[in-house]
Structure formats: C-alpha cells, structure tokens
C-alpha cells in the first residue's frame, strides 16, 4: 500500500554543514504535514510544520519545503551540530496522521 | 514531553500476560492515540480516541485493548494474544480545530518480552 516514505534512510554529515533531508508523501489531499525529531529511546519532538497552502516555512535553523507537485517534502537544517544527531521523520494528516520510517542524521565533529 | 507521561518507561511481559501501559496527559486535548513502533518502521496505529467513553480500532489493533474513562488517560493494555509484543509504543494527544492539530508525543513505554 502507499505510505509515507524517505528517500534516504542514513545521512552523515559533518558538523557547520547544512543538511537536508527529504520525504514522500503518499496522499495528495493531505493539507498538513511535520517534521519531528526523534532521539534513541525517546519519543518524538515537534520541530517545525507547514500547511499545504505554502511552499516554504523557516524555523530556527530548519526551513520545510513543500512541493505538492510531486508530494515532496523536505528539512533544512542550517550548520548542523552534533545535538542534531537523531531519526527524522515527517507526517501527513489525512487520512488519519502517517509517518515516514525516519532518516538517521550523524553528524560529525 | 510535552505534558503527556507515559509510565513505566520499559516493561517485561512474561507468555500469558496482560499488561497495561499508562498514558496521561494534562493538555486538555480530546483526542488520543497510541502508536507502536518497530525498528526501521514508521509509526503504526493501534487505537484513537477523539473523545471520553468512545474509541477506535487503527490499523493493528489485535491483541490490544484501551479504555477512555477519563480525558486525561489513555491506558493501553498488551493481552497475551498480542504474539509480538516487543516494541516501542508511544502515546500522542492533540487538541481539536485546524489550529490545533499538533501531536504531541510522551517519552514511550519500551516493552520486552522474558
């Protein structure tokens, strides 16, 4: 079935690099869409969202792109530091909320 | 976590078992969600409650019970015919209206079998 998935399961990056890291989503009436931040062990943290009526959504040091031409989703995330190391995984709301399996971002000192 | 605690934070269920996982949150959302999630696996949805005394089967909920007595509580009870219990199970609230339509998420119950 469809599902909301990465195109990238692993990312290393090294540390003051930008990083970017992207998701498909699977149903194009979905009107809403995050990006979470989820470390070993614990439970997801809220990072940034965007609704479909935009392209784009800049939060600290994260923008979100949104292009719903191809349901595309994708997280910036500006000089990267090492507290960013963890699984990202972005989600659609409708029909009911599903999430991506999450890409593991490392980064290095 | 966002005002949501899930307790314990890891739990042994030995064959046979039941065990319940506890989710409160002091939010004052309606709706309610428990999700488990496999390694290298999206999160799945095990039930959903949009409001107190009513829920509703997700997408894997055999071998699973809830009970929304209260709005604040969510339990989730693991019953021994759940064959794969072992999994991170994560419960989520959010509040009602297009403004509020965040999940948010607890810390998780980490669960294993003995």
């Known amino acids: 079935g469809e599902s909301v998935g990465l195109h990238l399961p692993t990312l290393s990056v090294q540390e003051g690099d930008n990083s970017i890291i992207n998701c498909a989503y699977s149903n194009s009436a979905s009107d809403y869409f995050i990006w979470y931040k989820q470390e070993s062990g614990k439970g997801p943290q809220f990072i940034i969202d965007?609704?479909?009526?935009?392209d784009k959504r800049q939060g600290q040091r994260v923008t979100v792109l949104l292009n719903k031409t191809v349901k595309h989703l994708s997280l910036q995330i500006a000089a990267t530091q090492p507290g960013d190391s963890a699984v990202y995984f972005c989600?659609?709301?409708?029909?009911?909320?599903?999430f991506g399996a999450g890409t593991r971002l490392t980064v290095k000192p | 976590d966002g005002g949501i605690t899930q307790s314990p934070k890891y739990l042994f269920r030995k064959e046979g078992q039941n065990v319940t996982l506890s989710c409160e949150q002091n939010?004052?959302?309606?709706?309610m969600y428990w999700y488990r999630q496999d390694p290298g696996q999206g999160l799945r949805l095990i039930y959903y409650s949009q409001i107190v005394n009513d829920f509703q089967k997700g997408d894997i909920a055999e071998g699973y019970s809830v009970s929304r007595e209260k709005k604040e509580s969510f339990p989730l009870t693991v019953t021994s015919a759940q064959k794969n219990p072992t999994a991170f199970y994560l419960c989520?609230?959010?509040?009602?209206?297009?403004?509020?339509?965040?999940?948010?998420f607890g810390s998780g119950t980490q669960l294993s079998v003995l």
């Open positions: 989520a609230s959010r509040g009602q209206g297009s403004t509020n339509e965040k999940l948010f």
């Open positions: 989600a659609e709301n409708l029909p009911r909320w599903r």
């Open positions: 965007i609704r479909s009526n935009m």
């Open positions: 939010l004052n959302h309606d709706a």
